[in-house]
Nanobody, 122 residues
Framework: QVQLVESGGGLVQAGGSLRLSCAAS????????MGWFRQAPGKERDFLTA???????YYSDSVKGRSTASRDNVKNTVFLEMNSLKPEDTAVYYC????????????????WGPGTQVTVSS
């Protein structure tokens, strides 16, 4: 049974930084692509970044240039570091694991974490 658990969310001031972690268990981690999505109240779940099994990283335009995604295949953990945070970054952040092809789409992922709340104050 695949389990994903996000951590590192919280309240951050605008312009600040945070580092989210997602610990995975119950899967052969290195054989899965890992993605980060977020969902603000009343909005759809949006793609942020993904790391393929081979280590290729993809970013959405909304976070490109101020985010860094990485994975540790020994610790079965994926990270998302975000800088220059804005109030519009406020959302629940989810990590996901999957073997799909189109990693920018939610349907590429089979398993999801419960999410961690990030609130950016102005």
């Amino acid at each position: 049974q695949v389990q994903l658990v996000e951590s590192g969310g919280g309240l951050v001031q605008a312009g600040g930084s945070l580092r989210l972690s997602c610990a995975a268990s119950g899967l052969t981690f290195s054989t899965y692509a890992m993605g980060w999505f977020r969902q603000a109240p009343g909005k759809e779940r949006d793609f942020l970044t993904a790391i393929s099994r081979g280590g290729t990283v993809y970013y959405s335009d909304s976070v490109k240039g101020r985010s860094t995604a990485s994975r540790d295949n020994v610790k079965n953990t994926v990270f998302l570091e975000m800088n220059s945070l804005k109030p519009e970054d406020t959302a629940v952040y989810y990590c996901a694991a999957g073997r799909g092809v189109t990693l920018t789409r939610a349907y590429a992922y089979d398993s999801w974490g419960p999410g961690t709340q990030v609130t950016v104050s102005s």
